[in-house]
């Protein structure tokens, strides 16, 4: 007897519009899919709702992936396409500026030596919030970059950019998120 993939299994009964389908499917990779939501987008509430918007996507498209790639990897490709079309929208082209205004936006927290895993889980946090505070252009290309794995060429024809900038934008978020990490670590430790 031949024993269904459970993914598969929930991919067919989200297409035939079976809604506890749908639910399991989306609590399955809601998680996931919010971190990379917030990767791009510093609101937790603006993140949710570019989530919502791309699982819609998601369920509108999903009768088109095939099984041949990771359906966590298509996902996570609608998700961060959907949240770089928010920003978009949020801003007519941030992309080209690298504005740093919003990079002064650092939470101060004194936080206190714990355990080696409270305190790594407080380095992630950390650094989160730095990625965070970059600027639309650099943050979005980090991302793409460095999570996301595309090359400055893909970034570039996405964003409506060059690859000139697109390496700029990611030369300067890796200084800027070096500087404030480097300031972040030092008041930790």
Known sequence: MEKI????????????NERRAQEEFFKMYYGKMLSVCMRYIKDRDSAQEVLQDAFIKVFEKLELFDFRGSIEGWLRRIVSNTAI????KAKRNPFLSGDDNDFKQVA?????KQEDLAFMQIKAEVAMEAI????????TVFNMYVFEEYTHKEIAEILGINEGTSKSNLSKAKLNLQKKLN??????Q
């Open 5 to 16: 993939d459970p993914i598969k299994h929930i991919v067919a009964g989200c297409l035939r």
């Open 85 to 88: 079309d928010a920003i978009r």
């Open 108 to 112: 101060e927290n004194e936080m206190e």
């Open 132 to 139: 965070q505070s970059l600027s639309p252009a650099y943050r």
């Open 183 to 188: 300031l972040k670590f030092e008041k930790i």
